[in-house]
């Protein structure tokens, strides 16, 4: 079964402390994303990645960091220095990086961060 | 991108079909139309996409007028698990662009 799967669902931290959010897809795209949700909102995008070792940074990429160290993965963390990291994060993948193919992005389940 | 208005929310019944005006007045000769669905707590899912006229696929309608201003989102005969946030996004097809969600249209179905 081919998908993106995100873990942990849920997620707690204490603040000041960096966190590191998986994501890992098997449908052999070449392009992944991050993005971020408040409340209410919609999705803001904090990075992306069109292929291995190279990503860009999104609308709001102050306070995260990534890493494509492999086709699969997409690893996202949070760190001490994003002043407001409560929120539900989610990870996305696409075929390509350009074109019609890019906007039919495969969403994963998501993992809801809480910062205290 | 092109900004994109659509009403915040929506109200219908069972098996009625339902239709999301999105207004786009700005939309550029190369953007394309795309719609998405997301349910609490999950990841939007992909609908449909169409440049002019009518596209339909195993779940919705796509209209598109002449002059591509507007578009508007079918879905025929709903059910309860139609309920969800329904986001139109407009975006070119050359080079990379960031998918921009709006606050989208909550529908909410009832029995």
């Known amino acids: 079964d081919g998908g993106i799967t995100q873990s942990p669902k849920y997620l707690f931290r204490k603040e000041g402390q960096n966190v590191t959010l998986s994501c890992e897809q098997n449908?052999?795209?070449?392009?992944m994303y991050w993005y971020r949700q408040d409340p209410g909102q919609g999705l803001r995008l904090i990075y992306y990645?069109?292929?291995?070792?190279?990503?860009q940074k999104g609308d709001i990429a102050e306070g995260y960091s990534v890493s494509r160290e492999k086709k699969e993965s997409f690893p996202l963390t949070v760190t001490s220095a994003q002043k407001n990291p409560t929120a539900f994060y989610l990870c996305?993948?696409?075929?390509?990086?350009?074109?019609?193919?890019?906007?039919?992005?495969?969403f994963g389940p998501g993992t809801r961060l809480t910062v205290t | 991108l092109a900004k994109t208005t659509q009403p915040i929310s929506m109200d219908s019944y069972e098996g009625q079909e339902v239709n999301i005006t999105c207004s786009h007045n700005n939309i550029a000769t190369n953007d394309y139309i795309t719609w998405y669905q997301q349910f609490p707590s999950q990841g939007p899912r992909f609908i449909i996409q169409g440049y002019k006229t009518k596209v339909t696929n195993e779940v919705a309608s796509l209209f598109i007028p002449a002059d591509r201003k507007s578009s508007t989102l079918s879905l025929p005969r709903v059910s309860l698990s139609d309920t969800a946030v329904y986001y139109c996004?407009?975006?070119?097809?050359?080079?990379?662009?960031?998918?921009?969600f709006g606050t989208g249209t909550r529908l909410l179905v009832s029995p």
């Open positions: 990645s069109q292929i291995v070792n190279d990503f």
């Open positions: 996004l407009v975006g070119e097809d050359t080079g990379f662009q960031k998918l921009v």
């Open positions: 996305a993948s696409s075929i390509s990086y350009g074109g019609l193919a890019e906007y039919e992005q495969y």
């Open positions: 449908l052999n795209h070449d392009a």
